[in-house]
C-alpha cells in the first residue's frame, strides 16, 4: 500500500497527550511552561491537544502509520511538503439532519425580523420531504456531504426525521446509509399532523413498525425531548424500544427550555445529550458525572438568535463537551464545524484549544468512535490542513475558507494533486 509522508506541518495537533512535544503543551488547565514555539501552547485546555512543532505525519493506506519529528522521519513513497501550515485531525461532526427537501429561507427571515422559532416549522420540511424523489434526496444529501468535507468535516451523523411515515423514516437512514456509518434514526422528531389527535398512537408507531424498518440501517436512536414535541414518558418509551432493537440512544435534550431530557439520556445510558441549553445544576452534574457527552450546537442559537448554553459551566463541571453543527434547513442551516468553533469561542467563552478538541475528539466522543478525532498511528488518516500556520485561526478568522487540503481515509477528495511526489 502506497504511503504518503507530510511535511512542512508548522503546528499539528494530535489529540494525544502523549504526543505533545516537550514543552510546547502544558497540563490539563493549560498553564504550560518551558519553550512555547506553538502559538496556541499556552491556552486552556491546550494540554489535550497534544500539540507538536515542525512534525511530520506518515499516511499508509488509509490509516496514520507514523507522526513524530521532521528530522526522524521514514522514507515513504510520496512526499508533500505542506509550506508551513497547520494539521488538525479532520472535523467530527456527529449532529447533523441532511435527509431532506426544500428550503425554509423565508421562515429564517421572518425570524430575523422578530418572530419565535417554535418546533413545530419542522412539518414544513416533512411535507417537502415526502413529496421528495429519492433522486432529489440523495443529491440533496450528497450536495451536503461535499460542503461540509470542504469545510474540513471527514466524519458526519445523519438522522432520519422529515419523512415520519413507515416508508418516508425508512427510506431516509437508507439514504444516510450511503453517506455514513453514523445514522440515526429519528421518527420522534416532531408528531405529524396526521397524528395531531393521536400522539400516543405516534409513539407507538415510533416503537414499533417503523422502528423495525429503520433499525437495521441505524446504529443510533434518538427524540427531540421538547415541549411540543415528546414527553419525558414518550422519550423514555422510544429510546427503551431503540435499545431493545439494538440502537443506541442519543437525545436532543433542554434546547428550547428546561426540561427531563438532559436526565433522561444520563439515566438511559446515552451517548449523548444534544443542545443542552437550559440546564439546573442537577443537569450539569448528571452530564459531569455519566458518559453521556454534551453536545452544543451554537449554530442553532445564532440562526435562531437564542441565548447560547453556558459551556464553561459544563467544562468547569468535568462534562465531556462536543460541538456540531445540527446541519437542518430549519434552526442552524449551516455544515460549517469551523463556524461552529468560532461561535463557541467568541459567544460561548470556550478557549480555542478547547473548541477544536471538542470539534474533532469531542464528537468522537460523541459516537463512541476511538479510531477518529485524534491523530496517532492506527488512527484512520483523517486529516485537515489549514491554510494558517495555527489552530487559532479558526475562531480568530471567522468566515473565512481557511481549508487548504482534506484527507479522509489517506485520500484527498478535496486537492485532486495531492498525493503529489
Ligand atoms: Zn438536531
Same mark, same amino acid.
Given at each position: ?5 507530510? @511535511?512542512?506541518?508548522?503546528?499539528? !495537533? ?17 498553564? %504550560? ?6 502559538? =496556541? ?6 494540554? /489535550?491537544?497534544?500539540?507538536? @512543532?515542525?512534525?511530520? !505525519? ?13 528530522? %526522524?522521519?521514514?522514507?515513504?513513497? *510520496? ?17 447533523? *439532519? ?20 417554535? %418546533? ?42 422529515? =419523512? ?10 437508507? $439514504? ?13 422528531? !416532531? ?25 437495521? *440501517? ?27 432493537? =439494538?440502537?443506541?440512544?442519543?437525545? #436532543?435534550?433542554?434546547? $428550547? ?19 443542552? @441549553? ?20 451554537? =449554530?442553532?442559537?445564532?440562526?435562531? /438568535? ?97 481549508? #487548504? ?17
Amino acid at each position: 500500500m502506497a504511503t504518503t509522508l507530510l @511535511t512542512g506541518i508548522a503546528e499539528l !495537533v494530535t489529540n494525544d497527550p502523549a504526543m505533545a512535544e516537550a514543552g510546547t503543551a502544558g497540563p490539563e488547565d493549560g498553564a %504550560a511552561s518551558g519553550s512555547d514555539r506553538s502559538a =496556541g501552547s499556552n491556552l486552556p485546555g491546550a494540554g /489535550r491537544l497534544g500539540l507538536r @512543532t515542525d512534525a511530520a !505525519v506518515l499516511i499508509d493506506g488509509e490509516r496514520i502509520g507514523w507522526i513524530g519529528s521532521a528530522g %526522524a522521519a521514514p522514507a515513504a513513497d *510520496h512526499r508533500v511538503d505542506l509550506g508551513g501550515r497547520a494539521v488538525l485531525p479532520g472535523f467530527v461532526d456527529s449532529h447533523a *439532519h441532511l435527509v431532506f427537501a426544500g428550503d425554509r429561507a423565508a421562515e429564517f427571515a421572518a425570524r430575523m425580523t422578530g418572530q419565535p422559532y417554535a %418546533a413545530g416549522g419542522i412539518r414544513t420540511t416533512v411535507a417537502a420531504t415526502r413529496a421528495a424523489t429519492d433522486e432529489r434526496l440523495r443529491a440533496n444529501v450528497d450536495r451536503l456531504r461535499r460542503e461540509a468535507l470542504a469545510a474540513g468535516t471527514t466524519t458526519i451523523e445523519c438522522k432520519s426525521g422529515y =419523512g415520519l411515515t413507515v416508508a418516508d423514516e425508512a427510506r431516509s437512514v437508507r $439514504l444516510a446509509a450511503e453517506l455514513t456509518d453514523e445514522v440515526t434514526y429519528l421518527g420522534a422528531h !416532531v408528531v405529524p399532523a396526521e397524528y395531531a389527535d393521536d400522539p400516543a398512537g405516534y409513539v407507538d408507531l415510533v416503537c414499533g413498525e417503523m422502528l423495525a424498518a429503520c433499525a437495521p *440501517h441505524a446504529r443510533w436512536v434518538d427524540v427531540f425531548c421538547e415541549r411540543g414535541a415528546f414527553d419525558a414518558d414518550a422519550t423514555r418509551q422510544i429510546l427503551r424500544a431503540g435499545t431493545a432493537a =439494538g440502537l443506541v440512544p442519543r437525545l #436532543h435534550a433542554n434546547q $428550547l427550555g428546561p426540561g427531563p431530557g438532559v436526565q433522561i439520556a444520563a439515566e438511559l445510558g446515552a451517548a449523548s445529550a444534544d443542545h443542552c @441549553t437550559h440546564l439546573d445544576d442537577a443537569d450539569v452534574a448528571a452530564l459531569a458525572d455519566s458518559g453521556t457527552v454534551a453536545t452544543l450546537l451554537p =449554530g442553532a442559537e445564532f440562526s435562531t /438568535r437564542s441565548p447560547y448554553p453556558d459551556a464553561r459551566r459544563l467544562l468547569n463541571a468535568g462534562a465531556t463537551v462536543a460541538l456540531a453543527t445540527d446541519c437542518n434547513p430549519g434552526s442552524s442551516f449551516t455544515t460549517s464545524m469551523p463556524l461552529c468553533v468560532a461561535l463557541a469561542v467568541r459567544e460561548m467563552r470556550m478557549s480555542p484549544a478547547e473548541a477544536v478538541w471538542s470539534a474533532t475528539a469531542g464528537g468522537a466522543a460523541a459516537l463512541r468512535r476511538t479510531d477518529i478525532g485524534t491523530l496517532r498511528a492506527g488512527a484512520r488518516a483523517d486529516l485537515v490542513v489549514l491554510d494558517a500556520p495555527s489552530y487559532l485561526h479558526l475562531a480568530y478568522r471567522p468566515g473565512v475558507p481557511l481549508v #487548504h487540503a482534506v484527507f479522509r481515509a489517506g485520500t484527498s477528495p478535496i486537492v485532486p494533486s495531492f498525493p503529489a511526489s
